[in-house]
């Protein structure tokens, strides 16, 4: 078990860019969450799976913004026409089915937008 | 609805030290409570959970917290600080039928020599 990756770990685009993030949950984990942490904040949840179902993405912070899990497998999170708003971490988490809440954390992507 | 406090932004102690990290819920069904921590540009680490066994609970590297059901209280205490023990540390809580925990804003813990 090697944990919640995520790539890359750093990102600088231009504004008006798109940008694509992938994460790989633990394997066995049917649930897998999508966070932004802005400095100085927790994690704010934008959307989350349960295998290749997205159950809640009304959270997601605007139309710019989309996420897949096609497979039930590894995720991706969109950033259509970035704006500098838009800088900040982005965290991956999974969970088993049957877990009491607890989440296991990648280590994060880090979007700068210049 | 469900929400975290997370009183204090900063908490300095001297190595050796007593810590302890405020945490206070708003949840109007039993809750599962959750502490992390986050080391610089790293994600989250579970230090501990609580999920309606014992009400004190015992994490990792010494740290352990109690749950309050009366004063709507999860605070993390560890008895003696190590220079390693900075960090950041989220609370968390779920409540209900959801999967989705809601965070509070944050503890840096500085750990003075």
Known sequence: DTGVSQNPRHKITKRGQNVT???DPISEHNRLYWYRQTLGQGPEFLTYFQNEAQLEKSRLLSDRFSAERPKGSFSTLEIQRTEQGDSAMYLCASSERGGRGEQYFGPGTRLTVT | AQSVTQLGSHVSVSEGA???LRCNYSSSVPPYLFWYVQY???GLQLLLKYTSAATL???IN???AEFKKSETSFHLTKPS???????EYFC???SGGSYIPTFGRGTSLIVHP
């Not at chain 2, 600080?81 to 960090?87: G, T, V």
Request: hydrophobic share 50%; charged share 15%; proline share 4%.
């Open chain 1, 21 to 23: 993030f992938r994460c």
């Open chain 2, 18 to 20: 007593l810590v302890l």
């Open chain 2, 40 to 42: 610089p540009n790293q």
């Open chain 2, 57 to 59: 609970v015992k994490g």
């Open chain 2, 62 to 64: 010494g740290f352990e």
């Open chain 2, 81 to 87: 600080a190590h220079m390693s023990d900075a960090a």
């Open chain 2, 92 to 94: 968390a809580v779920i």
